[in-house]
């Protein structure tokens, strides 16, 4: 099975003096000062900046380049602002992923309950990938003493919006690498989502083909 796994991978796409076998697109979304920008800069850097943070505006998004499971992996992580008036904007950009962090505060009783009334209802309406894989995180564990949302609740709130579940603290990093684990090697199980992960890669060496037997 492993063997003709990787038989069927193909040649990887290049990217810089990097190569990668898949490409997905994962969104950051939640209220605005739940640690969205912080859970990003966590997993891609090893920076202390992530303290000194200032509010996203609009939409920015990082790019990432890691192994998993064997596979060579591109993530384009698009972070949110999290901001009503920017919602117009921010709709564009659920088109085409293949995974959704749902992020809320610990602390912040209202950055969870809002997930319901506001986010998961965005995520409905405006992904294009039915299939895409969510996950419900969250952050801000390291301030236990000031936790208004337990465990539990995040874990039937997952449960009941069929979302992985992780609580997490971009300060610590504790969980930070392995929510970006558990997305990807759940949207790698999905056949469909991993062949739209693949399909620039196939775009590519189908057009390096054309273009070789046009000059020879």
């Known amino acids: ?21 898949y490409s997905f697109k ?19 850097s090893n920076s202390d900046s992530i303290h000194h943070l200032s509010p996203t505006i609009g939409v920015d998004f990082k790019i990432k380049l890691f192994t998993i499971g064997g ?20 709709s564009s950009y659920y088109r085409g992923a293949h ?29 294009t990938n039915h299939d895409c894989i969510k996950i419900l995180v969250g952050n801000k564990v390291d301030k236990e003493g000031e936790r208004a949302v337990t ?19 971009a300060k610590t990093r504790e969980n930070v690498q392995q929510c970006f684990n558990d997305l990807t090697l759940k949207i790698l199980e999905v056949p469909g989502l991993r062949e739209k992960g693949y399909v620039v890669v196939k775009r590519q060496k189908q057009k390096k083909s054309q273009s070789d037997s046009c000059c020879s």
Request: proline letters at 0%; charged letters at 30%.
């Open 1 to 21: 099975m492993r063997r003709r796994k990787k038989e069927n991978m193909g040649s990887a796409a290049r990217v810089g003096n990097s190569s990668y076998d």
């Open 99 to 127: 995974g959704i962090i749902l992020v809320y505060d610990v602390t912040r009783r209202e950055t969870f309950t809002n997930l319901v009334d506001i986010w998961a209802k965005e995520v409905e309406l405006y992904s």
């Open 71 to 90: 596979k060579r992996l591109k993530l384009t992580i698009w972070d949110t602002a999290g901001q009503e008036r920017f919602g117009t904007v921010i």
């Open 26 to 44: 994962v969104l950051l979304i939640g209220d605005s000062g739940v640690g969205k920008s912080s859970l990003l800069l966590s997993f891609i």
């Open 151 to 169: 465990k539990e609740e995040g874990m039937a709130l997952a449960q009941e919006h069929r979302c992985l579940f992780l609580e997490c603290s």
